[in-house]
């Protein structure tokens, strides 16, 4: 497969992302500016944006704060596309070789990861302080118990919540990580998913994890070191100057200074309509965060994960030593590059390791622990996983033999997503303005237009109306379009159970692809086997 690193190049100073543009489109495959930059130019390009509003440009469109998601534009070179799923015929695995038995909706797409039962292989989260995530909470939380999965509530939530009670600098009391938990608990089953409470420097220096453990009666508490859209802290815009003062008091860093008079006026004018807010970046210490993890299980944690980022290789082999000894349960490991909130436009591009590549240096750290015997924790994946075909090959890749080392996969755009447009077309069908073409091929209503409402309204009786249609969106994506879709691709496969998939059910589909997971060309696969057979 040829390289694709100059067309990336053509876009660098024209991004969706930031909302600017160049005037022509055969831009300069080494600067992307135009080839004949003009005065009299009417577009916004990465220059010019920078010229009029500095450090604005380095984030996705500030307007769009809290009601938008955003990724990295660039192509890494290598993706989940560059693997194929083989296909099977004569060999049936996880259930008994009968064509009236072994029927795609028999297939398992369970799984366990960190001793919490999923009904599909989906983390969802982490759905942090970003406004995006507390306007969509009921959908996300609800949905996820629907479905069977886990929803994470990201950091900084108690430290961004103007209501929340602090003594002694510490968390006594949060209506907004209550409300969060509790959405989620309405609809749990008590056995499938679970919720997570993330915590960052911040969330600890306030004591988040003691709260949500001892008034919230949480059981999992997970540890963040980053994530794949950016290496520093946790970013949010801030548009009431009384909230920005709030939060520098509290701790956070607050950018520009709220409490500067000139900054004040200025914000009053319009020269800037919002503020950022920034955590702290983390530092950690081997013997600190053994400590750490022994010390949260004698609060009372029943589970205890790490969230870390898609940091250099050095620092994947230190992150999975220090697992190990500390025994954290699960790990997850955030692959370049898309965020939830207000990850930089140019980390997100040209910063960390893209997810296929960072998979392969985890597992490699993975089995060397495992020959030494140590202990390794459940592996999950994230960065840019939409779809089961993603998913699939994500675990097939990590089974050497002995099942999958990688137990499921972290969403976090896409949930939103999902949430997002349920909650647009809602609005649409309240205001009789849906699209003539999606409501005359679906319905003009929400129980028209969701598929998954008659399944749901049988399950849940009365219940049903306290379900928000956004969580009906998100389990209709997660259960009927990505479980269902997994169910399918197992059985071509041949292969009953989500855990007996392997890298023998891949192939590469270009040398690159081969060279960095060791999985053969497809031209390559099974040769010997075809002599074999044959003679």
Not at 41 to 60: N, T
Not at 152 to 157: A, D, L, M, R, S
Not at 396 to 410: E, H, R
Not at 478 to 483: A, D, I, K, S, Y
Request: charged share 25%; with cysteine; net charge neutral.
């Amino acid at each position: 497969m040829p390289e694709r690193v100059n067309r990336n190049s053509a876009y660098l100073n024209g991004k969706s992302t930031t909302g600017t543009q160049t005037r022509v489109r055969d831009t300069s495959p080494t600067s992307g500016m135009c080839p004949i930059c003009i005065r009299d130019c009417p577009f916004l390009c990465e220059i010019s944006l920078s010229a009029f509003r500095g450090r604005e440009a380095l984030y996705p469109e500030p307007l769009q704060f809290g009601y938008s998601t955003a990724g990295a534009l660039k192509d890494f070179g290598l993706d989940w596309s560059h693997l194929n799923i083989q296909a099977n015929l004569f060999e049936v695995h996880g259930i008994e070789a009968d064509s009236d038995v072994a029927l795609f909706h028999n297939a398992d797409v369970s799984t366990e990861v960190a001793g919490i039962p999923l009904k599909v292989p989906i983390l969802t989260g982490a759905f942090g302080s970003t406004e995006v995530a507390r306007l969509n909470w009921d959908g996300l939380a609800i949905g996820a118990a629907l479905a069977g999965a886990v929803v994470t509530i990201g950091e900084n939530v108690c430290g961004m919540d103007r209501e929340s009670k602090i003594a002694g600098g510490k968390i006594t009391e949060s209506k907004e990580l209550k409300r969060r938990v509790e959405a989620f608990r309405k609809f749990w089953d008590g056995k499938y998913g679970e919720v997570v409470v993330q915590t960052n420097v911040e969330d600890q220096r306030l004591g988040i994890d003691v709260y949500a453990l001892s008034k919230l009666e949480v059981n999992v508490i997970e540890r963040k070191w980053g994530q794949g859209a950016k290496a520093i802290g946790g970013e949010v815009r801030i548009r009431n100057l009384e909230k920005a003062i709030m939060l520098k008091k509290r701790g956070y860093i607050v950018i520009p200074d709220p409490e500067d008079p000139t900054v004040q006026q200025a914000f009053k004018e319009g020269v800037f309509k919002s503020f950022e807010r920034h955590s702290r970046v983390g530092m950690p210490k081997h013997r600190e965060f053994v400590e750490d993890i022994e010390w949260l299980r004698q609060q009372g944690a029943k589970h205890v994960i790490l969230k870390t980022g898609a940091y250099r290789p050095s620092a994947v082999a230190y992150t999975m030593k220090m697992a190990s000894e500390a025994k954290i349960e699960a790990i997850t490991f955030d692959g370049a590059g898309g965020g939830t909130g207000m990850s930089p436009v140019p980390m997100m591009d040209e910063m960390s390791i893209p997810t296929v590549y960072l998979e392969t240096m985890v597992l490699k750290c993975a089995r060397i622990l495992e020959k030494k015997g140590r202990h390794v924790p459940d592996l999950v994946m994230a960065g840019g996983f939409i779809a089961e075909t993603q998913i699939l090959k994500a675990m097939a890749m990590s089974n050497y033999g002995n099942g999958p080392l990688v137990k499921a996969v972290l969403m976090g755009r896409s949930p939103l997503t999902a949430v997002m447009k349920a909650n647009y077309f809602s609005q649409l069908a309240e205001e009789g303005k849906l699209p003539r073409s999606f409501a005359e091929r679906y319905g003009k209503t929400p129980d028209k237009y969701y598929i998954a409402a008659p399944k749901l309204k049988e399950e849940y009786g009365e219940r049903f109306k306290d379900i928000p249609w956004e969580a009906v969106a998100l389990y209709t994506y997660l259960q009927e379009r990505v479980g269902v879709g997994l169910m399918q691709l197992l059985a071509g496969a041949r292969k009953w159970k989500l855990n007996l998939v392997n890298r023998n059910d891949l192939m590469s589909l270009s040398e690159r692809a081969s060279k960095v997971t060791g999985i053969p060309l497809a031209e390559e696969v099974e040769q010997d086997q075809i002599e074999r057979i044959l003679d």
